[in-house]
């Protein structure tokens, strides 16, 4: 096991975080739990502007509650923007709220609060002009450029729910995000740009507007009435009259102050779509007043935040932590919060430490992967670069494994800097496990221990409560204001999901082991999630797509362990009988069923998955196998197909209750292509 480590300046002097340290961590988790209501209800009034403030705290839960229904400060009334925005213009209207750099190195821009608060402002204006107005949902599909927070602050701001579709999902997924929030709007960009590349946002969006119109043919009143572009490369596009307007357009005239719609507490701020074990999306509806809560209380306890601090997430805004922590959080402690357009090897591997050493980041986070595909690439791109500014280094999104977490530790921080591995969710809103810096020792590997708030369980797999020392299902007790209410119009499915696993708690998807210290080591998904670069998809969407082409009878997909994406995809196929092909089948006329592949059939596949899905969704490995391994009832045992592609084919377990046990040797000793 790693050693702890833990930086010399355990006290933190000017933080906003009220667990500066350890003694005063455990007696604020241990009030946390003793009284929850007056807790929560302390932490909002003390970060969060209210125009009522709550005197409830959490109403409803999920112990021996029907439907798992529960909101927190019910009886309050706020805009989380203004939280985010007005408030700030007393105090802070000069300083920098978002800081942004561009694909190119060097091309910086800088939005104070005071103009932040007027673009948004402005932007609100021009969508009630467009007629959007509280409770209609929009679809904001745009690279990383100041206007997607805008976008967003715009919409919370006129009580309008918005929807990110993070930039790299096809027309497909677009397209399908569009009908299950039923908006008529969607905000875009003429194109993106990353790494030197244009990214066609616009053309993707007219794709998946005429597919949602096929979808909804005939239904009066329904389907995308406006689209509105911002122009950032000046690229060719196609232009639908009467539907489609600039930005800049929609701006034009607009007022640049706007008074904020007042919701309740429980008005949706927004959905955020996220895979899950089945091949359809899950909408996740988070709220203005619990969300704003636990997002501004985990960003400024967790990093431990300051006010001259120049708070640097690295993530995409299609994503959640680009919603919690470039976004929401950041902004409602008033903080500089940094914005990125390009990649972490563009133009070279040195790209985040060039911008450390001119924009002096305090506190940077990013993910597992990017610290790994840094790593690969050797020191020199981090030595050349001064890093004194940074006191807080962030991970998030999928384990870290010790080496990569000791480059962070050492190369990258000199072994000055607080690393927390904040192990949170979607559907968490906001970090739930972590270290605090620097208060809280850190063992490489560990996501350390929970917020205040948040009491995580582990049980067996047969349900069973664990204590102390142990290994299984990762579940947390009690609600915490950030977490996901409901999934957008199918709450029979939200329940399902989370609460029918172990009664009366929240299960996670993930396994996680506590140590005799009590620390929590993530040890990844246990359903059918499969985690790329930090990047979540279900294996069933992949599988949906796989079966699509004549040539795949049935297909099975699972992760595998991967040196610099953390898992990789193996497909293992069943090909559909010659006959019905022509293509398909053993070219060997064996009739074992494993032969069949082509490189040209792995293309194809990989440009379905690309079409379907988004250019994240590529499959790394394909094995044909004669049949999945399928127990009497029908059940395929994805454990089986786990345990091969992670190349642990000695260890299968029981495979008695198989239909046919004989497939396994076939899936054992199929050849691997990829
Ligand atoms: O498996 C866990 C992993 O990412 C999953 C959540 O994915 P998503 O909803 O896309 O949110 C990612 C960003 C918060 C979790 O179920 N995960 C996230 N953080 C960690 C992690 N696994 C291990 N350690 C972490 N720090």
């Known amino acids: 096991m790693s050693p702890h480590y ?18 005063d961590y455990h007696r604020v988790h241990a009030e946390s739990m003793a009284h929850p209501d007056a807790f929560w209800l302390g932490i909002t009034k003390e970060l969060v502007e209210w125009e009522t403030p709550p005197t409830i705290g959490l109403e409803g839960g999920y112990a021996g509650i029907a439907d798992e229904q529960f909101t927190w400060y019910e009886d309050g009334r706020l805009n989380a923007t203004i939280s985010c925005l007005d408030r700030h213009l007393a105090t802070r209207a000069d300083k920098t709220a978002i800081l942004w750099e561009g694909d190119e190195p060097g091309d910086v821009r800088r939005i104070s609060y005071s103009q932040l608060h007027a673009d948004v402002c402005r932007f609100s204006n021009a969508l009630e002009n467009l007629g959007v107005g509280s409770g209609d949902r929009v679809i904001i599909y745009m690279g990383m450029v100041p206007e997607a927070a805008i976008a967003m602050l715009a919409c919370a701001r006129i009580g309008a729910i918005h929807s990110v579709v993070f930039g790299g999902f096809s027309a497909d997924s677009l397209a399908n995000r569009v009908l299950d929030s039923g908006s008529r709007c969607i905000i875009t960009m003429d194109e993106g740009l990353r790494a030197g590349k244009a990214i066609p946002l616009k053309a993707t969006t007219d794709e998946a507007v005429a597919m949602v119109e096929d979808e909804l043919a005939g239904q009066s009143g329904a389907g995308v009435e406006t689209v509105v572009v911002l122009k950032r490369t000046g690229g060719q596009i196609d232009w639908v009259e009467g539907r489609d307007i600039w930005w800049s357009d929609a701006c034009e005239g607009q007022l640049d102050s706007h008074q904020a719609h007042i919701v309740s507490a429980e008005h949706p701020l927004f959905i955020l779509y996220t895979s899950g074990s089945t091949g359809t999306p899950k909408g996740q509806v988070h709220s203005h007043g619990g969300y704003i809560t636990y997002t501004a209380f985990t960003h400024r306890t967790v990093f431990d935040l300051r006010e001259d601090d120049v708070f640097a997430c690295v993530a995409d805004v299609g994503w959640i932590t680009g919603h919690s922590y470039i976004v929401y959080g950041p902004l409602a402690n008033g903080a500089t919060t940094f914005m990125f357009e390009s990649t972490p090897l563009y133009p070279d591997a040195g790209r985040y430490w060039d911008m450390v050493e001119r924009h002096k980041f305090t506190i940077f986070y990013t993910a597992p992967t990017a610290i790994r595909a840094l790593a690969a690439q050797g020191d020199e791109f981090v030595a050349k670069y001064d890093r004194s500014s940074l006191r807080v280094l962030g991970t998030v999104g999928e384990p870290i494994n010790p080496e990569a977490w000791e480059w962070y530790w050492h190369t990258v921080g000199e072994g000055r800097c607080t690393i927390v591995d904040t192990w949170w969710q979607t559907e968490t809103g906001g970090i739930c496990i972590s270290p605090i810096a620097p208060a809280t020792p850190v063992v490489g590997g560990s996501a350390t221990l929970p917020l205040p708030g948040i009491q995580p369980r582990l049980f067996s797999a047969e349900g069973e409560m664990l204590e102390g020392e142990a290994e299984g299902l990762l579940c947390i007790e009690h609600p915490w204001p950030g977490q996901t209410r409901t999934i957008w119009d199918d709450h029979p499915r939200y329940v399902e999901t989370y609460f029918s696993t172990i009664d009366g708690y929240y299960f996670t998807g993930d396994g996680c082991r506590r140590d005799e210290n009590g620390y929590y080591w993530i040890t990844g998904r ?24 004549e040539a795949i009878a049935e297909a099975g997909v699972v992760g595998f362990p991967h040196d610099i994406k953390g898992q990789g995809v193996h497909a293992f196929l069943i090909l559909a009988a010659p006959s019905k092909t022509g293509t398909a089948g053993d070219e060997d006329g064996q009739g074992d069923g494993t032969s069949g592949y082509s490189d040209e059939l792995g293309q194809a596949l990989n440009q379905l998955c690309r079409r379907r899905i988004g250019a994240h969704a590529r499959i790394d490995r394909f094995c044909v196998i004669p049949g999945l391994p399928k127990t009497r009832s029908g059940k395929v045992m994805r454990r089986i197909l786990r345990k091969v592609a992670e190349g642990d084919p000695g260890n299968l377990g029981d495979i008695s209750t198989l239909a046919e046990p004989a497939v396994v040797e076939a899936i054992v000793n199929a050849e691997v292509h990829g």
């Open 526 to 549: 246990v359903d059918d999630v499969i985690n790329v670069s930090g990047h979540r998809m279900g294996t069933a969407e992949f599988e949906a797509v796989l079966v699509e082409h």
């Open 6 to 23: 833990s930086v010399p300046d355990r006290v933190s002097a000017g933080s906003s975080n009220i667990c500066p340290t350890m003694a």
